[in-house]
């Protein structure tokens, strides 16, 4: 079966690899490249645990293929410290306690990190329709819109 | 879950695209979005030799009024449609559909048309037939001899299975732009965020001079092996004066057309009644919309 060379920009660095046509995004990230920040949750398109993004967008990347994602930009939880400071939205779930056991927190936090750069000052309502593909089962869902609304007045 | 090998192709222009669907034939099927066919195949309910990714074909991502209809590119991501200041203004029936799909993350990815989309799948439980059938949409299919339209009401054969060619594409869908005093609506039913529709229900009125319906379409998902169209609902409601009695009668008639399968979403009881009230409710809206109340 075919294999492909393929070029992604992950977190702004140009990677390559060497995948069959089946492997999927979030396995190229976790297993060839190694950044296990992006969780596998349901793995059946449901929980975003898995959430990334892809030219800008967040999406789910166990329902993206690692070849689909060849010449385009992603970025991973990965990609939201700069030099050793973290990002206002991982301040505001750290500052909101926007999380307990963390399991969604990466996906959470890439689908808030895309909303907020579309929509710098969100409602509580935007916010939760945003997060709407991202499951939580233990914090619920209070403290996670905190968390972005954290972030949103930190970037203001 | 991992898919069951299969070769990849990106082809960038459609006349490769047709000629890889030409050549692999039967093992061949066409992904666009991907967030229907890749959980399918990932489960393994689905097998496939070739994937044919459409997604690199520049032009088929747009969203613009020409020659009195609205066209969509085939590959026009669901979240486009919701971010269109057209389709916000004019379009409401359409920003109401593509903001109950899924969800957020998948309607970045999934596309209006594509064939692991939301009209060339063929599912009864997409949210997007209902829609294109009450406005009286077509789609255009491209293949080797060339495009042709097909109206929507003709495009749903059978379950998971349309009019399109196994060597056809879709590559557009059209809208006739609405009639002055024109509204539509859908309104949908579901347990939670991206789950299928225990009901929905589209409702597009155009009201004549003297405010009665000149026009109705009624349209249904999820409530049979293909969409539905209430046809005898939609008769029932052309010609008269838009009361609250009439719309439940409306409501009625539409509910009894449908024939659901009973799941864990509710009995056929429960969503034929569910048909009932969400008809009625979605021709309110549509009125409201169409400047009839």
Same mark, same amino acid.
């Not at chain 2, 209006?112 to 439980?125: C, E, I, S, T, Y």
């Not at chain 2, 056929?268 to 048909?275: F, L, P, Q, S």
């Given at each position: 079966m075919a294999q492909h060379r393929i070029r992604v920009a992950v977190n702004g660095t140009v990677r390559e690899a060497e995948v069959e046509s089946r492997l999927l995004l979030v396995h190229l990230l976790r297993d060839v490249l190694r950044l296990t920040g992006t969780h596998i949750g349901c793995d059946t398109t449901h929980c975003g645990a898995c959430t990334v993004l892809l030219d800008g967008e967040a999406v789910k990347s166990c329902t993206v293929l690692a070849v689909q994602a060849d010449g385009r930009d992603v970025m991973t939880v990965e990609g939201l410290e700069q030099n050793g400071n973290l990002h206002p939205i991982q301040e505001g779930f750290m500052e909101e306690h926007g999380l307990q056991c963390g399991y969604c927190t990466p996906g959470m936090m890439m689908t808030g990190y895309a909303l907020l750069n579309r929509h710098a000052k969100p409602t509580e309502k935007e916010i939760r329709e945003a997060i709407s593909g991202n499951l939580c089962r233990c914090?619920?869902?209070?403290?996670?819109?905190?968390?972005?609304?954290?972030?949103?007045?930190k970037m203001a | 879950m991992i898919p069951a090998p299969f070769d990849y192709h990106a082809p960038e222009s459609m006349a490769d695209a047709l000629e890889l669907l030409e050549r692999y034939g039967e093992s061949a099927k066409i992904?666009?979005?991907?967030?229907?066919?890749? &959980?399918?195949?990932k489960l393994r309910f689905g097998m496939v030799d070739h994937l =044919?990714? @459409?997604?690199? =074909? &520049?032009?088929? $991502?747009? =969203?613009?009024?020409?020659?009195?209809?609205?066209?969509? +590119?085939?590959?026009?991501? $669901?979240?486009?449609?919701?971010?269109?200041?057209? @389709?916000?203004?004019k379009y409401p029936i359409l920003l109401d559909t593509a903001s109950v799909i899924a969800d957020p993350l998948v309607r #970045?990815?999934?596309?209006? +048309?594509?064939?692991?989309? #939301?009209?060339? !799948?063929?599912?009864?439980? #997409?949210? !997007? &037939?209902?829609?294109?059938?009450?406005?009286g949409a077509e789609v255009t299919a491209t293949g080797p001899?060339?495009?042709?339209? @097909?109206?929507?009401?003709?495009?749903?054969?059978?379950?998971?299975?349309?009019?399109?060619?196994?060597?056809?594409?879709?590559?557009?869908?059209?809208?006739p732009v609405p009639a002055a005093r024109s509204g539509g609506a859908y309104l949908k039913l579901e347990r939670k965020v991206g789950d299928y529709a225990a009901a929905a229900a589209a409702v597009s009125i155009t009201l004549g001079e003297d405010g009665s319906v000149a026009r109705a379409g009624i349209g249904l998902t999820n409530a049979g092996p293909t969409p539905v169209k209430a046809v005898e609902a939609e008769g029932f409601l052309t010609g008269k004066q838009p009361d609250d009695a009439v719309l439940h009668e409306a409501g009625r008639i539409a509910g009894a057309a449908a024939s659901p399968s009973p799941d864990h979403r509710g009995?056929?009881?429960?969503?034929?009644?569910?048909?009932?009230?969400l008809v009625t409710r979605a021709a309110r809206k549509a009125l409201d919309r169409a400047g009839g109340r």
């Open positions: 914090t619920g869902y209070v403290n996670i819109v905190k968390a972005v609304q954290h972030a949103a007045h | 992904l666009s979005g991907g967030q229907s066919l890749l &959980p399918l195949l =044919i990714d @459409i997604g690199r =074909i &520049p032009g088929l $991502e747009y =969203i613009h009024e020409s020659d009195g209809q609205l066209r969509i +590119g085939g590959v026009t991501r $669901e979240s486009a449609l919701e971010r269109s200041e057209l @389709i916000r203004t #970045n990815r999934a596309t209006v +048309g594509g064939v692991g989309g #939301n009209l060339a !799948h063929g599912d009864p439980a #997409n949210d !997007h &037939p209902a829609t294109m059938l009450v406005l001899k060339g495009q042709r339209t @097909i109206p929507v009401e003709e495009f749903f054969a059978d379950l998971f299975t349309t009019a399109l060619a196994p060597d056809e594409i879709l590559t557009e869908i059209r809208v009995s056929v009881e429960y969503k034929r009644e569910m048909a009932r009230v």
